[in-house]
């Protein structure tokens, strides 16, 4: 499978900024994904990005470099309902869009 | 949401028993799959399908089995359950322009 390396655990207060990187190494590289996953519930998808730069989303911001292998998930104006697991997941060239997924990062917001 | 269902939800089962869960999509997907989540290991692929009848192993498919007879219906066979299989499953289903992938809530199944 593909090497994907993330922080286990992130605290940051309400109202502030988190940043989450995520570094992979891989080879016929096809897309990032980023989802959200509170405890006990699923993993909901939350952003995209298969070309270099910067996609926003509302509070929410995802950032790519494919030629560093690297990308991070912004998360702005943070709220306590933020506190969650959040998955990094590459996918490579294949008929089956497959995806490997790093460990997640625990983020708590604290009030 | 996409319309993925996982039955049942929770299960106990005993050491050596056979066991199936069972993933239901209203999407009309082609590409179906089945992960197990673990404290420490993320997901990790088990099996998934491409088609109906069509299917391949993921990286930690030994113990377990598929089958996908209907395009809605993707099935997870332990065929004798070990301890070591006590864990979340999560099933998947890919669609959309970007082949995005998208969660039924889980099964959370204990081998005692």
């Known amino acids: 499978g593909q090497n994907i390396d993330q922080p286990t655990e992130m605290t940051a207060t309400e109202g502030a900024i988190v940043q989450i990187n995520c570094t992979y190494q891989?080879?016929?590289?096809?897309?990032l994904f980023w989802y959200q996953q509170h405890a006990g519930e699923a993993p909901t998808f939350l952003s995209y990005n298969v070309l270099d730069g910067l996609e926003e989303k509302g509070r929410f911001s995802s950032f790519l470099s494919r030629s560093k292998g690297y990308s991070y998930l912004l998360l702005k104006e943070l709220q306590m309902k933020d506190s969650a697991s959040y998955l990094c997941?590459?996918?490579?060239?294949?008929?089956?869009?497959?995806?490997?997924f790093g460990a997640g990062t625990t983020v708590t917001v604290r009030a | 949401d996409a319309g993925i269902t996982q039955s049942p939800r929770h299960k106990v089962t005993e050491t050596g028993t056979p066991v199936t869960l069972r993933c239901h999509q209203t999407e009309n997907h082609r590409y179906m799959y089945w992960y197990r989540q673990d404290p420490g290991h993320g997901l990790r692929l088990i099996h998934y399908s491409y088609g109906v009848k069509d299917t391949d192993k993921g990286e930690v498919s030994d113990g377990y089995s598929v089958s996908r007879s209907k395009t809605e219906d993707f099935l997870l066979t332990l065929e004798s359950a070990t301890s070591s299989q006590t864990s979340v499953y999560f099933c998947?289903?890919?669609?959309?322009?970007?082949?995005?992938?998208?969660f039924g809530p889980g099964t959370r199944l204990l081998v005692l």
């Open positions: 998947a289903i890919s669609g959309g322009e970007r082949e995005t992938q998208y």
């Open positions: 891989t080879s016929g590289f096809n897309g």
């Open positions: 997941a590459v996918r490579v060239l294949s008929n089956d869009y497959k995806l490997s």
